[in-house]
């Protein structure tokens, strides 16, 4: 019998005791769904560990709410229910389980590029992967008709990793998995299961900047060696230079449009032809700190460099670093409909509350929470995992904020929001119907400190320890303000 699971959320999850293999797609259907906007697309299907099926799952949904470009969207998961090879005693539940991940769209690279070296590849099957190969290319010729419009779909691609990569530099999340099955023909992001923020994942001898720009680098890599496998197959000479050019002018461009968004401001309040000398040199500050990052507890970090920002702002003396600068000439600009001191706080809470939270969407504790919820065959409970994350990426990146408040903190139980044109915080209480207000960040964290800790749980984390610590770096910037 087949139960849905996901149904809310819009991913269905079907426990069923079928056995399916990956089913290859259609390349003409595919390719003009993908390039020219019309046609369907029939489903695809990858079976896939169960437990990875579902971390990729939630991954895509919440940077399909993140990312600019977006992500390609898993349709369903199918359960295979099948007996397996399990000893009596052991407790992994579902976790051993393998699934089949339906997606709406998962064209990508891969069919038209060889595959890495396996040392377990006979002759037979890698005359079999140049057969396929050219195949796909010959199909791809005879679709889009020129040699012109492939460029232009090149284009195309390179220019949404750009936006992709870009953005995610700025804000530290990580792709995971590089390869050319993590991304579709049009750039979108696929295949998200190792997905996570960057800081989660350094080890003591690399860098953010490092770990960052070699994703970049690997996604702009892939394109380049499609384009090598069209030349060589079709007999034309599409140069890859330019467009190695391209994708890097791209990526400055956006890292520059998508800098402001760091600091909270949004792209009406400091549109991206204004400013441009000094945000390249507000970047460099990035850059510089991202290169010193790594997970030894000794280096700088982008929520100490954030806070001592804001706190600099309205501060009688200080350092007048590229940052502060941009702050000052925004808030100067934007000083008619609020105080400056009310839009400090404003950018800072939608600026920190991203690093602050970041914990919430990390590898390590999404695994932690899929693999507990397989292990108790607790398949029921994905559904309300999913529709967790989904809410807590909504509030968390800026899509919940309006003119009239600026989230602090959001779960099932309570709110907490900043009001800039009162200048003031307000708790709401859900089930208790109770509404407080306070003037100041100090007040309102003493309140919050004599509620029960548990209230503030977030998915897969004790919620009160990061909200303590984002209270706190806001008291320090409130404090450190003229009044």
């Known amino acids: 019998m087949e139960h849905n699971l996901i149904a809310e959320s819009g991913l269905q999850l079907n426990l069923n005791s079928i056995a399916l293999t990956s089913d290859s797609m259609p390349i003409a259907t595919s390719l003009d769904f993908q390039l020219n906007g019309v046609g369907n697309l029939p489903q695809v299907k990858t079976q896939v560990p169960f437990i990875i099926a579902v971390k990729d799952a939630i991954f895509?949904?919440?940077?399909?709410?993140?990312?600019?470009?977006?992500?390609?969207?898993?349709?369903?998961?199918?359960h295979l229910n099948q007996p397996l090879q399990i000893k009596e005693q052991d407790n992994s539940g579902y976790s051993q389980h393998n699934a089949i991940a339906i997606k709406a769209t998962s064209l990508s690279p891969s069919m038209f590029i060889k595959s890495s070296p396996k040392g377990n590849q006979s002759p037979a099957e890698r005359r079999l992967e140049a057969f396929k190969i050219k195949n796909a290319l010959r199909e791809l010729k005879l679709h889009i008709k020129s040699d012109q419009r492939?460029?232009?779909?090149?284009?195309?691609?390179?220019?949404?990793?750009?936006?992709?990569?870009?953005?995610?530099?700025?804000h530290q999340i990580k792709h995971g998995e590089p390869q050319p099955e993590g991304f579709s023909?049009?750039?979108?992001?696929?295949?998200?299961?190792?997905?996570?923020?960057?800081?989660k994942s350094l080890s003591n001898d690399s860098n953010i900047h490092e770990l960052l720009m070699s994703e970049s680098d690997a996604s702009v890599s892939i394109f380049l060696k499609w384009v090598c496998y069209y030349n060589t197959f079709n007999k034309t000479k599409i140069e890859t230079a330019p467009l190695l050019d391209f994708y890097h002018t791209l990526y400055n461009e956006f890292r520059l449009f998508h800098l402001p968004a760091l600091f909270g401001i949004n792209q009406n309040e400091a549109p991206h032809h204004e400013y441009g000398s000094l945000k390249k040199l507000v970047l460099k500050e990035i850059e510089s700190l991202n290169k010193k990052q790594s997970n030894c507890f000794n280096k700088p970090t982008l929520e100490d460099f954030l806070t001592e920002t804001f706190a600099g702002v309205l501060t009688v003396e200080t350092s007048s670093t590229p940052s502060i600068k941009l702050l000052q000439s925004i808030i100067n600009a934007e000083h008619q409909h609020y105080t400056a001191k009310s839009l400090v706080l404003k950018f800072a809470i939608t600026s920190l509350r991203k690093i602050h939270f970041a914990e919430v969407f990390?590898?390590?504790?999404?695994?932690?929470?899929?693999?507990?919820?397989?292990?108790?065959?607790?398949?029921?409970?994905?559904?309300?995992?999913?529709?967790?994350?989904?809410?807590?990426?909504?509030?968390?990146?800026?899509?919940?904020?309006?003119?009239?408040?600026?989230?602090?903190?959001?779960?099932?139980?309570?709110?907490?929001?900043?009001?800039?044109?009162?200048?003031?915080?307000?708790?709401?209480?859900?089930?208790?119907?109770?509404?407080?207000?306070?003037?100041?960040?100090?007040?309102?964290?003493?309140?919050?400190?004599?509620?029960?800790?548990?209230?503030?749980?977030?998915?897969?984390?004790?919620?009160?320890?990061?909200?303590?610590?984002?209270?706190?770096?806001?008291?320090?910037?409130?404090?450190?303000?003229?009044?």
């Open 362 to 483: 990390s590898q390590s504790a999404v695994h932690t929470v899929v693999e507990n919820t397989l292990k108790n065959r607790q398949s029921d409970k994905l559904s309300q995992h999913l529709n967790a994350y989904e809410k807590c990426a909504t509030w968390v990146f800026d899509k919940q904020d309006s003119l009239v408040h600026t989230f602090i903190f959001k779960n099932i139980k309570m709110q907490c929001y900043f009001v800039p044109l009162t200048q003031s915080f307000v708790v709401e209480h859900f089930k208790k119907g109770h509404k407080y207000s306070f003037l100041s960040a100090s007040a309102l964290l003493t309140y919050l400190t004599n509620q029960p800790k548990l209230d503030f749980n977030l998915p897969g984390i004790f919620g009160w320890n990061a909200l303590e610590r984002f209270m706190n770096s806001l008291i320090q910037i409130e404090s450190s303000q003229l009044a």
């Open 150 to 170: 492939f460029v232009q779909a090149i284009n195309s691609a390179l220019r949404n990793c750009a936006n992709q990569f870009a953005f995610s530099y700025l």
């Open 60 to 78: 895509t949904s919440i940077l399909g709410q993140i990312l600019p470009v977006g992500t390609v969207k898993i349709e369903s998961i199918n």
């Open 185 to 199: 023909i049009e750039g979108h992001w696929q295949n998200l299961s190792s997905a996570s923020f960057a800081l």
